[in-house]
């Protein structure tokens, strides 16, 4: 029995020095991967003024909530954006966890250099920009995404306002013309005032009211060259949750901090192009 007992300690230390050294290869061959795919550079007073697209993608990590904040720097005269940081952080998408991940990620003079953000209605970011003096522009898709959910196929009597109130919303987001964009928010105001207008649709229009300008930056202020929607932060987004889906899923914040680094280095720039009018 002691002999039996010695021989399996020994075959259980030699598989653990087996592991031990196959994990060491596989660090070795990921830091020189490393070294060959760094990461985006940072922008210098010479790339001109900047805008910040903006994102975040949640992960439960034993039953806390994580959030990775998503931060892409383009020139105003480029059409791609670097992608500068994913910063991960336990919260939600609060002024204060933007303003860490922004003074951890970026220099201070890519800080001075941002002139306008594009995001989605994150009241933490809302807050940081009116601090910061930074135009913005919110997100058309999310906005779109949640009247398409409302106004739906079914058949009823407010079908007709549901359908109605999405198409001049979306005629408001593609018209450049400010006469035609004020006949077009008059005609929202009457509609959301009916009163049987459905209470899901006066919130969601009404919200868009509230924040009218925001929607509009693309075309307020065409020397930017914005985007309409925060779709390249989304498509980095997307781009992690498909390489972490690969490996089922990470156990411990450490372990996600590792790979959310050299996805870093997998994904330098993306695609960031301005909003080109849409002719009605």
Not at 153 to 164: A, C, D, E, V
Request: aromatic residues 6%.
């Amino acid at each position: 029995m002691l002999r039996t007992n010695t021989s399996l300690r020994g075959l259980a230390d030699i598989r653990h020095r087996a592991k031990e050294q196959v994990i060491g290869q596989f660090h070795r061959s990921l830091l020189s991967w490393k070294r060959t795919h760094p990461k985006a550079k940072p922008f210098t007073a010479r790339s001109g003024d900047l805008i910040g697209v903006f994102d975040g993608v949640w992960f439960a990590i034993k039953g806390e909530r994580h959030i990775c904040l998503i931060i892409l720097l383009r020139p105003v005269t480029d059409n791609r954006a670097r992608v500068r940081g994913l910063y991960l952080i336990k919260g939600d998408e609060s002024e204060a966890n933007w303003q860490s991940a922004l003074r951890e990620t970026l220099t201070p003079g890519e800080l001075a250099q941002i002139r306008a953000i594009v995001a989605d209605g994150s009241h933490g970011l809302v807050a940081l920009s009116r601090q910061r003096g930074w135009e913005y522009q919110r997100c058309h898709f999310h906005l779109l995404k949640d009247l398409q959910l409302i106004s739906g196929k079914r058949s009823g009597p407010t079908q007709h306002l549901r359908q109605g109130a999405l198409e001049l919303v979306k005629r408001v987001l593609d018209t450049p013309d400010e006469r035609t964009t004020k006949r077009l928010k008059r005609q929202l105001a009457f509609l959301i005032a009916r009163p049987d207008c459905p209470k899901t649709v006066r919130k969601k229009v009404g919200g868009f009211l509230k924040h009218f300008s925001k929607f509009r930056a693309c075309y307020q202020h065409p020397a930017l060259r914005l985007p309409h929607t925060s779709n390249s932060a989304e498509c980095v987004g997307r781009f992690i949750r498909e390489r972490l889906g690969v490996m089922r899923g990470l156990r411990t914040v450490h372990s996600l901090r590792y790979w959310l680094d050299i996805l870093l280095q997998q994904r330098t720039t993306v695609q960031c192009a301005p909003k080109l009018p849409t002719k009605l």
